[in-house]
């Protein structure tokens, strides 16, 4: 009855088209979540994502769940999760890639999860990791770990929306740094991140957490710019 009148003066709404959701229906309505463009990649250990990484570092296993399109509506998903705080959404894109995670056996020998992690200025001036739902609900569906202490970002920059896939790259180099890398020993590692571009964040918190003893990585990530 509570729920109900919270609902009256605070409708809860699709992220993606802004209509009211009915009771069986959470964060996306159905008719939104029935035309996402959804990859399949995590059934494909070849796929578009893997790709971005041949030659650069060794990956066990890649995927994304979602493809992101300028206007479309992964962008405005993930705009709202990181821009408006609904981290409802990561925790939604979380429970499903997890649930899907879950059910393929390439992903089955996963130890633990780690967030591609944001500087202290950046999390402080946000309020929270736009990746951290999204990480801890994978780890939730794999029954598994979720680690956030071993991974730092040691430099800071201004945002990365609007520089160019090169400069992104300079950018994104030597600002990482490990820590308890106890805690990762011996262990395969899921990186998670919420969109892959051209793989530099990932390659470079990757390149960070291999040097931890006996370690293998696998990624990820909410979408693939494709």
């Known amino acids: ?48 994502v893997k790709k971005v990484f041949y030659g650069r570092v060794p990956i066990e296993n890649a995927t994304s769940l ?16 990181k821009y408006r705080g609904h981290q409802e959404i990561g925790a ?15 992903y089955s020998n996963i130890d633990l999860v780690i967030p591609v992690p944001l500087h202290k200025k950046k999390l402080r001036a946000r309020g929270f990791n736009q990746v951290e739902e999204f990480g801890k609900h994978i780890s939730a569906a794999l029954n598994i770990p979720y680690v956030d202490d071993v991974l730092l970002k040691k430099s800071f920059s201004s945002t990365q929306t609007l520089k160019t896939r ?9 600002s990482f740094i490990l820590i308890n890398s106890d805690k990762i020993k011996n262990k395969h590692i899921l990186l998670v991140d919420d969109l892959i571009t051209t793989g530099a964040t990932l390659e470079a918190c990757s390149d960070v957490l291999l040097q931890a003893e006996n370690t293998k990585i696998s990624i990820a990530t909410m979408a693939f710019t494709g």
Request: charged share 20%; aromatic share 10%.
């Open 166 to 174: 090169l400069a992104r790259w300079g950018n994104i180099e030597e």
């Open 92 to 106: 939604y894109l979380g429970k499903w890639l997890g649930e899907e995670l879950a059910a393929t056996e390439s």
């Open 66 to 81: 979602l493809i992101f399109r300028k206007k479309g509506s992964v962008q405005k998903l993930i705009h709202s999760l």
């Open 1 to 48: 009855m509570i729920q109900d009148l919270i609902n009256l003066f605070y409708p809860n709404i699709c992220q993606i088209c802004d209509t009211e959701l009915f009771k069986n229906q959470n964060v996306i309505c159905t008719n939104c979540v029935n035309e996402l463009p959804i990859t399949n990649f995590h059934l494909d250990n070849e796929n578009s």
